[in-house]
């Protein structure tokens, strides 16, 4: 049987760097959560007495102080763990090359990514 190569169009590789970024920061918030929670049962506090709207305040304010090392985390998660698999990027190089906005832009269009299509999920090979 033969395998279906396609390549990701700009505007799918965009979609694809959304998700990651979604992932990432729920990940990031989720780890906050836990680091309050754990906090909060450290103080000797039955977290189920307290308000989910004052945690999810908390946690908030403890992403905003961690912020890049929740962000790595996540990131490392997402990246190594295969039970994020469906949230990572679809090739390494799509997101630095995107994320270079400072910069002055070519003339060369943003790489695609070939995908082998295995029901109806992308395994990402290489880079044309």
């Not at 979609?15 to 920061?25: C, D, K, N, S, T």
């Not at 908030?60 to 790595?72: P, S």
């Amino acid at each position: 049987m033969a395998k279906a190569v396609r390549s990701l169009s700009p505007k799918q590789i965009q979609e694809r760097i959304q998700q990651h970024r979604q992932a990432v920061m729920v990940l990031a918030l989720m780890r906050a959560k836990k680091a309050i929670n754990a906090k909060l049962k450290a103080q000797g506090v039955r977290v189920t007495l307290v308000l989910p709207a004052v945690i999810n305040a908390q946690a908030r304010d403890y992403l905003a102080e961690h912020r890049d090392e929740l962000i790595k985390e996540a990131e490392h998660a997402i990246a190594t763990s295969p039970l994020f698999k469906q949230w990572r990027l679809p090739c390494a190089d799509i997101l630095s090359a995107a994320q270079q906005q400072n910069e002055p832009k070519s003339n060369q269009p943003l790489p695609r990514c070939k995908y082998q299509v295995r029901n109806d999920r992308g395994i990402c090979t290489s880079i044309d």
